[in-house]
T-cell receptor
C-alpha cells in the first residue's frame, strides 16, 4: 500500500488481557515510531526503531509495554495486563530516515473496560 | 511546565475568516518546527515544515517562527469548512518530535 497501515482500527478488551497492535510502514522506510494519543492530549512518544539498531524505548510508560520490529518492516506493539488508563489511540509513523518527515497511520483506538 | 504549550480550543470562526493558531515552547534546542492537521479518526498529516525564524507560505497557509520569543504560529486565510480539524504543532530536536496538545478548529459555513 501507499501509506502506513495499522490494524486493528478499533480494539475493545477487558482489564488484565494482553493486546497486540500492528503497524505496516511505508515500503523502504527505515525509521518507525509508536505514539500514544489520549483524549485532548498531544502525541506521547513511546518507541523508535531505526534500521537494525537497538530501539529507543525511552518513552515506554511501564514494563507492560513492549514492541518489536521484524525484518526491518512490520512492527507489533504489545501491552500486557491492560489497565483502563491504557485506553487511547495508538499511532504508528514511518520515515525514510530519522531526519525525514514522519507519515502516520490512522491509528488503533484501544478501549480497556 | 510542558515543553510545548498549545491552547486546545475549540476555536470557532466563520467561513472566510483568517485563523491564527499558536504554540509556545521552552527548549531553545528545538530546530525544526512543524504543523500537522488531524481529521477525526485519522492520523496527523504534515501541513508545514520550517527551520529558521521568519515566514513560510504555502497557498492559504503561512507558518511563522520567532525563535527569540520561542513562539510559532500558523495562519489560515480564507478559511473553509474543510479546514475544520485539530491542528498540532510539533518541534524536533535530534529525531524526536515533541508535540503540542492540538487546537480543535471549527469553521462555520
Amino acid at each position: 500500500g501507499a501509506g502506513v497501515s495499522q490494524s486493528p482500527s478499533n480494539k475493545v478488551t477487558e482489564k488484565g488481557k494482553d493486546v497486540e497492535l500492528r503497524c505496516d510502514p511505508i515500503s523502504g522506510h527505515t525509521a518507525l515510531y509508536w505514539y500514544r494519543q489520549s483524549l485532548g492530549q498531544g502525541l506521547e512518544f513511546l518507541i523508535y526503531f531505526q534500521g537494525n539498531s537497538a530501539p529507543d524505548k525511552s518513552g515506554l510508560p511501564s514494563d507492560r509495554f513492549s514492541a518489536e520490529r521484524t525484518g526491518g518492516s512490520v512492527s507489533t506493539l504489545t501491552i500486557q495486563r491492560t489497565q483502563q488508563e491504557d485506553s487511547a489511540v495508538y499511532l504508528c509513523a514511518s520515515s525514510q530516515n530519522r531526519e525525514s518527515i514522519q507519515y502516520f497511520g490512522a491509528g488503533t483506538r484501544l478501549s480497556v473496560l | 511546565q510542558k515543553e510545548v504549550e498549545q491552547d486546545p480550543g475549540p476555536l470557532s470562526v466563520p467561513e472566510g475568516a483568517i485563523v491564527s493558531l499558536n504554540c509556545t515552547y521552552s527548549n531553545s534546542a528545538f530546530q525544526y518546527f512543524m504543523w500537522y492537521r488531524q481529521y477525526s479518526r485519522k492520523g496527523p498529516e504534515l501541513l508545514m515544515y520550517t527551520y529558521s525564524s521568519g515566514n513560510k507560505e504555502d497557498g492559504r497557509f503561512t507558518a511563522q517562527v520567532d525563535k527569540s520569543s520561542k513562539y510559532i504560529s500558523l495562519f489560515i486565510r480564507d478559511s473553509q469548512p474543510s479546514d475544520s480539524a485539530t491542528y498540532l504543532c510539533a518541534m524536533k530536536s535530534n529525531y524526536q518530535l515533541i508535540w503540542g496538545a492540538g487546537t480543535k478548529l471549527i469553521i462555520k459555513p
